[in-house]
C-alpha cells in the first residue's frame, strides 16, 4: 500500500478499511451511551415526581410554623399581661393590707 499512488481509490480503501471501523466503534459507542442517558433522564425524571409533593409538603409546613410562631408570640403578649394582672392583685392586696393597719393605728391614736 506505501507504494500504491495516491488514489481515489486508494483513499476509498483506506477509509473503508482504516477509518470507517474506527467511526463505526465511535458511533456504537455513543448509541449505548445516549440510551444510557435516556435511562438517567427517566430515572431524573421520576425522581422529580417524588420530590413536587414532598416540596409542597415543606411549604404547607413552613407556613403552619409560621402561623404557630404568630401565636406563640400573641401568647407570649397575653402572658405577661396575665403577670402584670397577677402582680397588681397582689398589690392591692398589700395595699388594702396596709390600709386595715393605717386604720388600726388611727384608731388606737384616737383613743
Do not use: N
Amino acid at each position: 500500500m506505501v507504494d500504491e499512488p495516491l488514489t481515489v481509490g486508494a483513499l476509498t480503501r483506506f477509509h473503508r478499511d482504516m477509518i470507517a471501523p474506527d467511526f463505526q466503534r465511535v458511533l456504537q459507542r455513543l448509541e449505548r451511551l445516549d440510551s444510557r442517558l435516556e435511562e438517567v433522564h427517566g430515572k431524573v425524571d421520576g425522581l422529580s415526581g417524588r420530590f413536587e409533593p414532598l416540596e409542597t409538603d415543606y411549604r404547607l409546613l413552613a407556613e403552619a410554623v409560621r402561623d404557630v410562631e404568630g401565636r406563640l408570640e400573641g401568647l407570649e403578649g397575653r402572658i405577661d399581661q396575665l403577670a402584670v394582672r397577677a402582680e397588681l392583685e397582689v398589690l392591692r392586696d398589700r395595699v388594702t393590707a396596709l390600709q386595715d393597719q393605717i386604720r388600726g393605728l388611727e384608731r388606737r391614736l384616737a383613743d
